[in-house]
């Protein structure tokens, strides 16, 4: 099955500096890549996603890169605030036609004020 | 909006015990999940459904069950809980099945086994 590795399980940054969590996935059948935020006590909320048939996507402060080539997906953040301070998740969903996510283990981000 | 609505929110049971967790969501949404968060591991699929009365098991389907009467629940029974076995059990639910979407997490059942 898909596999998802999260290659920082640690990050900190300062206010103000850009921040990227980089994920790679295995299954070249993957075509759905959401990132989701989960804060301290908090349940996990959806931030962004890509599909594959973009290579780059933006909401705000967020950017979602995609290489197919590399089965690499991450996620950059912009001008950080304290509170963005939280766990991201990385997940994959392969082409089955059901929604079987695979997560990666999550990076810790921590914003210094 | 909707919500998802997991109960119990803590659930305290001694080794061996059969122990239920329940989800409740007003998305009308067809498609239903359980995880399982341990920390460091991320989170781990045990069972979805797409439909009511549908089962699928995903990796961590052993030592589960789930049941999907209504369209609206799913439930994930423990079926011997393990002896301090402490784990976080998320339920969510995405819209369907031939649509590529986010899910919608619920708050999370914590589960701690004397």
């Known amino acids: 099955g898909e596999k998802v590795e999260q290659h920082e399980s640690t990050l900190s940054v300062r206010e103000g500096d850009s921040a990227v969590i980089n994920c790679t996935y295995t299954d070249t059948a993957s075509s759905y890549f959401p990132w989701y935020k989960q804060e301290a006590g908090k349940s996990l909320h959806f931030v962004i996603d890509i599909r594959s048939n973009v290579d780059r996507k933006q909401s705000q402060r967020l950017t979602v890169l995609l290489d197919k080539k590399a089965k690499r997906f991450s996620l950059h953040i912009t001008a950080t605030q304290p509170e963005d301070s939280a766990i991201y998740f990385c997940?994959?969903?392969?082409?089955?036609?059901?929604?079987?996510?695979?997560f990666g283990k999550g990076t810790s981000l921590t914003v210094i004020p | 909006g909707g919500i998802i609505t997991q109960t119990p929110k803590f659930l305290i049971g001694q080794e061996g015990q059969k122990l239920t967790l329940k989800c409740q969501q007003n998305?009308?949404?067809?498609?239903m999940y359980w995880y399982r968060q341990d920390s460091g591991k991320g989170l781990r699929l045990i069972y979805y459904s797409i439909t009511e009365n549908d089962l699928q098991k995903g990796d961590l389907s052993e030592g589960y069950d789930a049941s999907r009467e209504k369209k609206s629940s799913f439930s994930l029974t423990v079926t011997s809980a393990q002896k301090n076995e402490m784990a976080v059990f998320l339920c969510?639910?995405?819209?369907?099945?031939?649509?590529?979407?986010?899910?919608?997490f619920g708050e999370g059942s914590k589960l701690t086994v004397l």
């Open positions: 969510a639910s995405s819209l369907g099945h031939s649509n590529t979407g986010q899910l919608y």
């Open positions: 998305f009308n949404h067809d498609t």
């Open positions: 997940a994959a969903s392969p082409n089955t036609g059901y929604q079987n996510f695979y």
